[in-house]
């Protein structure tokens, strides 16, 4: 068998890179174009490419490609036509669970960040403004005791789920929107008897913060949008550590912009890495560069099972950690 070849599409922490090259010969192709990666994968001189969520192997790439498999360093997989790829026999990976707890913490500080108006503060203060103790300076939003929904009740959407409960949040759920299925009590496991189920009407119109964690698909590509805007509260805070197409960003901007919500904390955009212009203006707008998974345990840990999946798929083996069309 002739010595695997990886395409790595953007630098990833240790151990990954160790582990790539004790199995093969490793090609870092930092920035690559759309045309430059479809022109690596079609060309016969990898085996498998270990990619970053947004790199997208739809399914006229994947038809053309000449690899084993493709090895997303993260838990989404929405840039990768699943059934398109099991169809020519390339198989696909992710790094599930380990990211849950860094992503549940980032959308805690998005939604505690938002409602308590800390971007705002950190500018003023810098900005030699403040002058001393006002009663009226930078309120916001209550949080204990506010009501949390959560678009989205899987692994992350739980992690969220206790660290809100710990807040003295009062937590409902709608399991899958805009449909949904009725949880049973095991599936809930500790939360059980700590949060409710609620249709997603309800959870738009009675929740106090919205928080996304819904994975992407023709169903919830704007599943947060103007309609859905309009009808939350005045003072409700929407929260997105999810995907970014999940929310309708201009009809967001507006809402924001016509104090239609209080405000928003985001961490992926639609059209990543470019973001909405109003938003970037927008005080109420808190916003962060895609860093839901960025702690150090975390990383390396992707980064090890992106390079294990990775080294299997070069071998014909199936993946530790696959993605099943």
């Known amino acids: 068998m002739s010595t695997p070849r990886f395409l790595v599409t953007q630098e990833i922490p240790e151990p990954g890179p160790s582990i790539l090259r004790e199995a093969g010969e490793v090609d870092v192709r930092q920035g690559m174009s759309a045309q430059e990666l479809a ?16 790199d997208r192997f739809d399914a006229q790439l994947l038809a053309d490609a000449r690899i084993r498999g493709i090895a997303n360093y993260g838990v989404g997989y929405n840039n990768v036509d699943v059934p398109a790829a099991a169809e020519h026999g390339i198989a696909v990976g992710n790094t599930p669970d380990v990211l849950n707890d860094a992503t549940a913490n980032v959308a805690m500080l998005l939604l505690l960040g938002a409602a308590r108006r800390a971007h705002e503060g950190s500018a003023y203060l810098r900005e030699g403004r403040f002058t001393g103790l006002q009663p009226n300076l930078l309120v916001g939003q209550d949080v204990t005791g506010a009501t949390l929904g959560i678009a989205g009740m899987g692994r992350i959407g739980k992690a969220v789920a206790h660290r809100a409960l710990g807040f003295g ?14 949880v049973p009590r095991d599936e809930l496991g ?25 994975p992407l698909t023709e ?29 309708d960003e201009k009809a967001l901007a507006h809402a924001l912009h016509e104090d239609e919500i209080f405000a928003a904390g985001l961490d992926v955009f639609e059209n990543e890495p470019a973001v909405e212009p109003e938003l970037l203006e927008l005080p109420n707008a808190f916003l962060l560069p895609h860093v839901g998974s960025a702690e150090v345990g975390t990383r390396a840990g992707m980064a090890q099972m992106a390079a294990e999946n990775a080294v299997a798929m070069a071998r014909g083996e199936k993946p530790p950690y696959p993605v099943e069309a």
């Open 39 to 54: 022109a690596a994968v079609t060309s016969g001189d990898y085996d498998v490419v270990l990619a970053q969520v947004s």
């Open 219 to 247: 169903e919830t590509t704007h599943l947060v949008d103007a309609e859905v805007l309009r009808r939350m509260k005045s003072t409700a805070v929407l929260v997105n550590t999810a995907r970014g197409p999940v929310v």
């Open 169 to 182: 949040m009062r937590v409902v759920f709608t399991q899958r929107p805009p449909h949904d299925r009725e």
């Open 190 to 214: 500790d939360l059980a008897g700590r949060v409710t189920q609620v249709p997603w009407d309800e959870l738009v119109e009675t929740s106090d913060f919205l928080s996304l964690h819904v």
